[in-house]
T-cell receptor, first 118, second 111 residues
């Protein structure tokens, strides 16, 4: 398995532009997470999906951020319009609930997208 | 209060030392606990799960204290290659698919 695949690896954009980050989870995993990591705030959960349905988007900073999961093998995180304070590393991770309680086993992370908004 | 809290460190220790990290969590209903390791400019990767009875994997030992709501990670005989950031991760029954990460504890092992 190729693991979680994110694209692009690096993105530099001007303030006000739209940015779209992409993620392909591991086949068979039905939970998908988007995280943002900065030095100041650490790793923050933005949104997670279960069976392609957004379960909790309380971590999405504001209306400029949106995420979709049209099918089990693809998700996007869009920022429109982008601002310099959105500069961070964005990670996608996938996992598969297991056990009687349906709790997750480990989450596997993609290599991240390093976003710089100038 | 953050849901998962860790001492950011850095912990600076010599090779061969024993070092311990603690992590506290706020949701008493949490059911699953993990330690992840993150190297500089890399993605987090699972180091070990934390079981109620405690568990050991080579030089690494994880403990869970539900009454006090903290988990710990002990590293014995530290190696230079152990230098990394260690992230505490918690999820819970009422939000079972939600994985919450602590900000991480940075470990530096010096020769």
């Amino acid at each position: 398995d190729a693991g979680v695949i994110q694209s692009p690896r690096h993105e530099v954009t001007e303030m006000g532009q739209e940015v779209t980050l992409r993620c392909k989870p591991i086949s068979g995993h039905n939970s998908l997470f988007w995280y943002r990591q900065t030095m100041m705030r650490g790793l923050e959960l933005l949104i997670y999906f279960n069976n392609n349905v957004p379960i909790d988007d309380s971590g999405m900073p504001e209306d400029r951020f949106s995420a979709k999961m049209p099918n089990a093998s693809f998700s996007t995180l869009k920022i429109q319009p982008s601002e310099p304070r959105d500069s961070a590393v964005y990670f996608c991770a996938s996992s598969s609930p297991t056990g009687l309680q349906g709790l997750n086993t480990e989450a596997f992370f993609g290599q991240g997208t390093r976003l710089t908004v100038v | 209060r953050k849901e998962v809290e860790q001492d950011p460190g850095p912990f600076n220790v010599p090779e061969g030392a024993t070092v311990a990290f603690n992590c506290t969590y706020s949701n008493s209903a949490s059911q699953s606990f993990f330690w992840y390791r993150q190297d500089c400019r890399k993605e987090p990767k699972l180091l070990m799960s934390v079981y109620s009875s405690g568990n050991e994997d080579g030089r690494f030992t994880a403990q869970l204290n539900r009454a006090s709501q903290y988990i710990s990670l002990l590293i014995r005989d530290s190696k230079l290659s152990d230098s990394a950031t260690y992230l505490c991760v918690v999820n819970g029954r009422d939000s079972s698919y939600k994985l919450i990460f602590g900000s991480g504890t940075r470990l530096l092992v010096r020769p």
